[in-house]
Structures are given as structure tokens and as C-alpha cells.
């Protein structure tokens, strides 16, 4: 694949780490950027900010604040590409849409890798089921292009400088290491709102668990018709060490591999045999 052969001789380069503007790099090296907070979240400008001087660099995101899509895909209305005047494209969609709708024909390539952030709050555990940051990331994996899911653990962009600085690093030693246009993987990376310098080390983690969600808020609209609004997501029920929930209190940045075999391989041989009896019970198996 050209794009390998690319990055194979990027990393014959000398080529340090730092601040953004110490490395003038020339990679050749494609990303693209997406996110679920909408293109003109701090997460996304941050991170262009960091990696539009290590590679090419593309934003196509959502127009509006997409959190918990998931991988939704928009299948009943039309979607319109936009381009705002820092050369961001957006789009009337959901995460995976902006992902889906770059790689099928808007891009006309194929990028290295999609990053997917920074997102505002954790992605640890069950949030990666419902994240739009993830989903977007895992649209790209779907097609076979390494991504990156970057989400900060608290709300509201503290730190957010560390955490574009800590993206920019992982996707350099990345490169360095040919690990960029390869075989495709899905990593997401939640980083704690520290300075920089107070960040641990990145810890590979397995996802943890949380508890079930906080209970649906009812309301009264001014209409007087009953409104649900969704709870909060539930506290971590296993941050048991080796978790993404224990990495990071500890101050350390939670890197974990995704995979999406929904299969559950452990209760095949069980639900083999269980499978078998309902089939005899099944008078039309007979
Ligand atoms: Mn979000």
C-alpha cells in the first residue's frame, strides 16, 4: 500500500517529540478528523491545532453536538457538506455519517488514520458502546483504516492543551513506529485533565463497567405534556485495577484496544447445546 511505504520512509527521519512548531515534519501521512461534539467543539479545533503540522489533515464533523450516537448512520433524510471559513467541513450528521460520507467519496483517498476528538468527558467502559466519538473512530476502523478515539475523563476542555499535546505525541510514536497505515486497529484513549507535565504514563487498560444509568428525569413542558429527559450515566461498578476507570484516577493516560465481534465466544458451547434443545422442542424441526 503506498500509504505504508510512506510512512516507512518518514521514519528514517530524525525526528523528535515537543512542542507543536519544534518538528517540522513532511509527512506525508492522512488524517482525518472527526468528533461527536459538533466542529466547532474546543476538543476538534485543539486537535487539528496539534496534528495539522505532522500530517494532512482533514475535519469533516457533525454540525451539532452528536454525543451518544454511537454509530448511527442517517438513512431517511439527505445530508449537505459544508465548509466553514477555518476550512472545517460539517455535516447535517451523526459521527459515523461524517466518517462514512468522507471515505465512500467526499475525501476521494484513502487517509492513514481517523482520529476522533477530543471528546468533552470519559469514554471509559459502557460509554464506548454509546459514544459518538467511538463511533466515528469505529466507522473508520470498519473500513479498514487504523482510528483513534480521544476523549478528556472530566467535562468542560480543563487541560486541553495537555491532552491535543498527548494525542499529537501517541500519533507521532505511531508513525515513527509504522503502526500508521497498517493492518486496521481501534484504540480509545482517555486522557485525565492534567498539565502536561503532571500526565502518567499511557496504560494499556481493559474497558471497565459501570452501574446502570441514572433513573429518566420527568418534567412537565409548558404545554403540560410529560417530557423525559435521559439520566446520567451511571458511576464505575468495576474500576477494579487494570481498568480504564482505575488508570486514570491514578492521573495515568487509559489506552484500551477495541474489537467488534459482539459475539459472546465464552457461551458458544452453551448456547450450542441449549441451541439443540430448542430445536427439539420445535415440532416443525422434527
Ligand atoms: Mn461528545
Redesign the pocket.
Known amino acids: 500500500m503506498a500509504s505504508g511505504q510512506n510512512v516507512s520512509r518518514v521514519t528514517k527521519a530524525p525526528i523528535r517529540a515537543g512542542p507543536y512548531n519544534e518538528d517540522q515534519l513532511c509527512f506525508p501521512m492522512k488524517i482525518l478528523i472527526s468528533n461527536?461534539?459538533g466542529y466547532q467543539a474546543p476538543g476538534i479545533v485543539a486537535l487539528y491545532e496539534a496534528l495539522k503540522d505532522v500530517a494532512e489533515v482533514e475535519v469533516i464533523a457533525p454540525e451539532q453536538?452528536n454525543?451518544a450516537k454511537s454509530n448511527a448512520l442517517t438513512l431517511n433524510s439527505p445530508m449537505y457538506v459544508n465548509r466553514a471559513s477555518n476550512g472545517f467541513r460539517y455535516i447535517n450528521g451523526t459521527p459515523a455519517d461524517c466518517v462514512h460520507i468522507a471515505l465512500t467519496g467526499l475525501l476521494g483517498y484513502r487517509p492513514d488514520l481517523v482520529v476522533s476528538g477530543i471528546?468533552?468527558?470519559a469514554n471509559m467502559g459502557d460509554d464506548t458502546i454509546y459514544s459518538?466519538?467511538v463511533g466515528a473512530a469505529m466507522e473508520g476502523y470498519l473500513f479498514g483504516v487504523p482510528a483513534i478515539a480521544f476523549s478528556q475523563v472530566e467535562k468542560n476542555w480543563g487541560e486541553l492543551e495537555a491532552a491535543a499535546r498527548t494525542a499529537r505525541e501517541l500519533v507521532l510514536q505511531m508513525a515513527r513506529q509504522n503502526l500508521i497505515g497498517a493492518s486496521p486497529w481501534l484504540l480509545n484513549v482517555n486522557i485525565p485533565n492534567l498539565p502536561f507535565a503532571q500526565l502518567g504514563h499511557i496504560k494499556l487498560c481493559r474497558l471497565g463497567r459501570r452501574h446502570a444509568a441514572e433513573p429518566v428525569i420527568q418534567q412537565t413542558s409548558p404545554r403540560g405534556e410529560t417530557m423525559y429527559w435521559i439520566g446520567a450515566a451511571g458511576p464505575a461498578l468495576d474500576e477494579a485495577e487494570g481498568t480504564d476507570f482505575h488508570a486514570t484516577a491514578q492521573g495515568h493516560i487509559a489506552m484500551t484496544p477495541l474489537k467488534v465481534d459482539l459475539t459472546d465466544h465464552d457461551r458458544l458451547g452453551y448456547w450450542a447445546q441449549t441451541a439443540a434443545r430448542l430445536r427439539q422442542g420445535d415440532p416443525s424441526a422434527s
Do not use: A, H, K, R
Request: proline share 0%; aromatic share 0%; no cysteine.
Open positions: 461527536d461534539d453536538n454525543s471528546n468533552n468527558g459518538g466519538t
